[in-house]
């Protein structure tokens, strides 16, 4: 038996590929299906099941091509219904795999058809709990996102989660092995762990969501306090996953279009297309082409830009470094960005060759920001307020960036005002909506908190803020 954790850190997503006896499962597979194919043919086996914990709402997965190419069944758990073939599970139902079974967990709460995949080992012992988004590392799934479908409020979720949680899942061996869908940085939940695997043991010691002592209203208080609205994408992905999406080759190879400057231009004003430029931020901050948002593909690249543009349908142009247009479509699409028109041939270098209108961000270091700071200075952080509320810049204004859209009137336009994030990357991402919104008074602190928190600027967190009041 062989467990592969195939992990994808600008998703903060786990995949899992495991094996016996010449057979194979896959447990929700990113849409991108060769990687899994081409282990399935190193290590001779075949696939025989692919598991789905779930609807899933932030990636679309590759169930779909990933049966047509292998002839695998796809599984769901009680109450799914999808538009292609498939096997709907009974709680309890047992699949054979080589010399292991996986024994169904109906765990509903983060979505209805929530299930979890228990691998028995071929000593017939309980190994490992593939938990989706049920039970993370340090956290359990989000009872909001799947109330419209489910008809119940998220209280109401949130109540069956704390069920599942205690009858499925807190009754297994301390030693079984957790292996949840996501890690830190996933909008899935809201305190994940960095660390991707633990034990059931561990989680009932160091999870919130699983103390012992804890009542049904406590659960339900806690996992509902804090919750950000989800990102706009996340509907729209969960019905590609519900009813099939376009082959992922065909819309890389649609893709794949290298246009000249002048076709880039008149593509971009014909079109409506937003102009997106994947550079580094501080590349970008020295130049760009007016209007661009700079989402940097060196970051969580696909969850910012289903935040920052929720519109999967949306038309887009990129810009890339030169080479990486591949890697950008590809990582677009597990999104279900499926509409690039194209990309700059050459990249931005050839827009400045071709002497075009460019447009830049004055971005300052913590140290000049210590020096220009006064009491009368608006500073803008864009942080989550989790981390706002840890420790923040006196007098700092908390707009997090999964908001900026909606609260664009809330930068003054006729004062100057500095903005920064955790490290300059969503800071960056804000700064270049705002140029693109026409505000231009502002700086952007380079090395965001972390370059200030080594200076001497003045600084206070929640529990100071409100020891003041």
Known sequence: MKIEQIYTGCLAQGAYYITSNNEAVIIDPLREIDPYIQRAKKDKVNIKYIFETHFHADFVSGHVDLAKATGATIVYGPGAQTAFQSHIAKDGEVFEVGDITFKVLHTPGHTMESTCFLLIDEKGKDNAVFTGDTLFI?????????????????????????????????????????????????????????????????????????????????????????????????????????????????????????????AFEAAANETGAVVLDTRNAQIFSEGFIPNSINIGVDGQFAPWVGAMLPDVAQSLLLITEEGNEGEVLKRLARVGYDHVLGYLQGGFEAWLKEGKEIDTVNRISAD?????????????????????????????????????????????????????????????????????????NFKEVAGGFGAISKTAVPKTNFVCASTKK
Request: aromatic letters at 8%; proline letters at 5%.
């Open 138 to 262: 340090g956290d359990v799934g989000r009872p909001d996102l799947a109330q419209k479908a489910a008809s119940m409020t998220q209280e109401q979720l949130a109540g069956k989660l704390y069920h599942s949680l205690r009858s499925k899942l807190m009754t297994l061996a301390d030693e079984v092995t957790v292996y949840p869908a996501h890690g830190a940085g996933s909008s899935c939940g809201k305190n994940m762990s960095k660390e991707t695997v633990s034990t059931i043991g561990d989680q009932k010691k160091l999870n919130y969501a699983l103390r012992a002592d804890m009542t049904e209203q406590e659960f339900i208080k806690e996992v509902t306090d804090g919750l950000l609205p989800p990102p706009g994408y996340f509907g729209m992905n969960v019905q590609m996953n519900k009813s099939g999406y376009e082959n992922i080759e065909k819309v890389l190879a649609r893709g794949m279009n290298p246009l000249s400057v002048v």
């Open 368 to 440: 000049t920001f210590e020096g220009e700071l006064t009491t009368d200075t608006i500073v803008f952080d864009v942080r989550k307020p989790g981390e706002f509320e840890a420790e923040h810049v006196e007098g700092a204004i908390n707009i997090p960036l999964d908001f900026i859209n909606e609260e664009m009137a809330s930068f003054p336009k006729d004062k100057p005002f500095i903005i920064h994030c955790a490290g300059g990357y969503r800071s960056m991402i804000a700064s270049s909506v705002l140029k693109a919104r026409g505000i231009e």
